[in-house]
């Protein structure tokens, strides 16, 4: 009976390998929690800026890393300003990027296998002029960063359909100048597609949303996450800061990201969205639907289940302050008492449902001409 268990064995071993998915080769630079350090020399007031000029195209550029020998290594990139609020250049100075590899020249490193990341930045380098205004400081950024770092971790704690993330500490220098270079935090962010293969799902261009095909517990979680970090900046409708993926079943699963409006954040320039009763990003405010066949019970579970891990994660997190951890602790408690008591689930979640089926306009939706 030997030799059949050994080709057994051989047989489970050649389809697990063979099930793997390229996303799960990519591994290297999720798979730790390590803060990696790396140099970007860049010089950020010659990029353009796609919300400020059109026709934005990559640059050329060069990320520097260590190695495990301790080797500090260079490989060719591309970077381009990511839209949105934060490429503006008077409300950041280290604007959010793109980084695209070549993935040949990744082979062997903790980028194998990328070929376009979003780098999330902390903003203010050297602070933008607004920023002064406000009298918000470098060491803000910082912890701005920081915190829309702990909501992603958060996320990742509820379901595997969301996007991995990976902690770095990068080196800011101008080109050809020597000096000094400014050390700030910034993170990756897995990209869609990888995700997608990840979780064996399709990732679904924009504008797909269809009702009917909306998985109800999906949708259930990312309302309840968002009513726990204090973000009202998103809509699974319009598809604002979320991403639809299709599962084997034809439903559509929906993925939260960018989460700098979300009180658990509160940042200084964040604001909830216009239209709602609420005047500060700290109110919670509930989105969800109304979605016949949502199993609320069974979704409150799956947060109290992971309540101590939630509240615990800033513990662990690296140049988190102690002013963050406070705040961030104290706002996540303030969560787990409502769904603590019947009476504030009902009159908060339950009874603030938005009506089912959605109309294609929400909150989300510009005012206005």
Same mark, same amino acid.
């Given at each position: 009976?030997e030799?059949? =268990?050994?080709?057994?064995?051989?047989?489970?071993?050649?389809?697990?390998?063979l099930?793997?998915?390229?996303?799960?080769?990519?591994?290297?630079?999720?798979?730790?929690?390590?803060?990696?350090?790396?140099?970007?020399?860049?010089?950020?007031?010659?990029?353009?800026?796609?919300?400020?000029?059109?026709?934005?195209?990559?640059?050329?550029?060069?990320?520097?890393?260590?190695?495990?020998?301790?080797r500090?290594?260079?490989?060719?990139?591309?970077?381009?300003?990511?839209?949105g609020?934060?490429?503006?250049?008077?409300?950041?100075?280290?604007p959010?990027?793109?980084?695209?590899?070549?993935?040949? +020249?990744?082979?062997?490193?903790?980028?194998?296998?990328?070929?376009?990341?979003? =780098?999330?930045?902390?903003?203010?380098?050297?602070?933008s002029?607004?920023?002064?205004?406000?009298?918000?400081?470098?060491?803000?950024?910082?912890?701005?960063?920081?915190?829309?770092?702990? +909501?992603?971790?958060?996320?990742?704690?509820?379901?595997?359909?969301?996007?991995?993330t990976?902690?770095?500490?990068?080196?800011?220098?101008?080109?050809? *100048?020597?000096?000094?270079a400014?050390?700030?935090?910034?993170?990756?962010?897995?990209?869609? @597609?990888?995700m997608?293969?990840?979780?064996?799902?399709?990732?679904?261009?924009?504008?797909?949303?269809?009702?009917?095909?909306?998985?109800?517990?999906?949708?259930?979680?990312?309302?309840?996450?968002?009513?726990?970090?204090?973000?009202?900046?998103?809509?699974?409708?319009?598809? *604002?800061?979320?991403?639809?993926?299709?599962n084997?079943?034809g439903?559509?699963?929906?993925?939260?990201?960018?989460? @700098?409006?979300?009180?658990?954040?509160d +940042?200084?320039?964040?604001?909830?969205?216009?239209?709602?009763?609420?005047?500060?990003?700290?109110?919670?405010?509930?989105?969800g639907?109304?979605?016949?066949?949502?199993?609320?019970?069974?979704?409150?579970?799956?947060?109290?289940a992971?309540? @101590?891990?939630?509240?615990?994660?800033?513990?662990?997190?690296p140049?988190?302050?102690? +002013?963050?951890?406070?705040?961030?602790?104290?706002?996540?408690?303030?969560?787990?008492?409502?769904?603590?008591?019947? @009476?504030?689930?009902?009159?908060?979640?339950?009874?603030?449902?938005?009506?089912?089926?959605?109309?294609?306009?929400?909150?989300?939706?510009?005012?206005?001409?």
């Open positions: 009976m030799a059949p =268990l050994k080709t057994a064995a051989n047989v489970l071993l050649i389809a697990v390998l099930c793997a998915t390229p996303a799960q080769a990519e591994a290297p630079l999720f798979a730790s929690d390590t803060v990696m350090k790396l140099s970007i020399p860049l010089d950020f007031s010659e990029l353009c800026r796609p919300r400020e000029t059109e026709g934005c195209e990559f640059a050329p550029a060069a990320l520097i890393y260590r190695d495990a020998t301790g500090n290594l260079s490989m060719p990139i591309e970077v381009k300003i990511r839209g609020w934060r490429s503006l250049s008077r409300n950041c100075s280290v959010l990027l793109w980084i695209r590899f070549d993935e040949e +020249a990744t082979v062997g490193t903790p980028f194998e296998g990328q070929s376009l990341l979003p =780098l999330t930045t902390h903003c203010g380098k050297g602070v002029v607004e920023a002064l205004s406000r009298g918000t400081s470098r060491s803000d950024y910082e912890q701005f960063l920081l915190r829309e770092f702990l +909501a992603l971790r958060i996320y990742t704690q509820l379901t595997e359909h969301s996007l991995r990976r902690l770095v500490r990068i080196a800011y220098s101008e080109p050809g *100048r020597l000096g000094r400014d050390l700030h935090f910034a993170f990756f962010t897995e990209h869609f @597609d990888s997608a293969k990840r979780t064996d799902s399709e990732r679904l261009e924009r504008g797909s949303f269809e009702a009917d095909r909306l998985d109800a517990q999906s949708a259930a979680r990312v309302a309840l996450f968002q009513f726990m970090i204090g973000n009202t900046d998103w809509s699974i409708v319009r598809e *604002r800061n979320m991403v639809l993926l299709r084997s079943a439903k559509q699963l929906p993925v939260p990201y960018d989460f @700098d409006m979300s009180g658990l954040v +940042a200084d320039y964040a604001g909830p969205a216009p239209g709602l009763p609420i005047d500060r990003v700290r109110e919670r405010y509930f989105l639907l109304c979605q016949p066949g949502t199993d609320w019970e069974a979704t409150f579970k799956l947060f109290q992971r309540q @101590d891990v939630i509240l615990n994660l800033g513990d662990r997190l140049g988190f302050s102690r +002013a963050s951890r406070r705040l961030t602790r104290n706002y996540l408690e303030s969560f787990f008492d409502i769904l603590g008591s019947a @009476d504030k689930r009902d009159q908060e979640i339950l009874g603030a449902c938005k009506p089912w089926p959605p109309s294609p306009v929400d909150h989300t939706t510009p005012l206005g001409p």
